[in-house]
């Protein structure tokens, strides 16, 4: 073979890998990658599944307060899985302690509740957080000069993250 035909079939052979690599848009093909005073373009596995997170799964969680006005009795439950279920288990708390007027003053879910306490009466509120829940009761029992008001219970029931 001479020199001549060595150089067309090196060229040839040069041009046909030039074809396969052509050039690699970013974002369309590649991911562009950067460093300091260069840049340059990693290939996409397009074969590869993306490694996207599971969506998040919550549980609720209900709270209730329970009271007997007349034996000034206090019943409560937290971190129950219904509405329904916190409000029996403030209900035997109440009753349990001696109760048998007990009703139900609030339930709630996902959040903070607050009992506040003056001479003249209570007040109980849910809130975002303890202190939310304790400043709406202290604004209802507030409205009373003079009434000593104080918080007397506070609990959170959040929700629970299972995924």
Known sequence: MSQGSMKILLLCGLLATAGSLHAQQPGVNCA???????????PINPSQPSAKAPPQRWQDHWGAIV?????????????????SEA?????????GKG?????????Y???????????TGYDTKAGATVND????????????????CHSYYTACSQPVRIQ
Request: net charge negative; aromatic share 2%.
């Open 32 to 42: 562009p990658i950067q460093g300091q005073g260069w840049t340059g373009c990693a």
């Open 67 to 83: 009271t007997d006005p007349v034996k000034s009795n206090l019943g409560t439950a937290v971190n129950m899985t219904s509405q």
């Open 87 to 95: 409000e029996q288990a403030a209900l035997a708390d109440c009753q």
């Open 99 to 107: 109760g048998t007027a007990c009703k139900q003053d609030i339930a």
């Open 109 to 119: 879910r996902n959040q903070c509740a607050a009992m506040v306490v003056g001479d």
């Open 133 to 148: 829940a304790v400043q709406a009761a202290m604004k209802v029992c507030n409205t009373v000069p003079g009434d000593h």
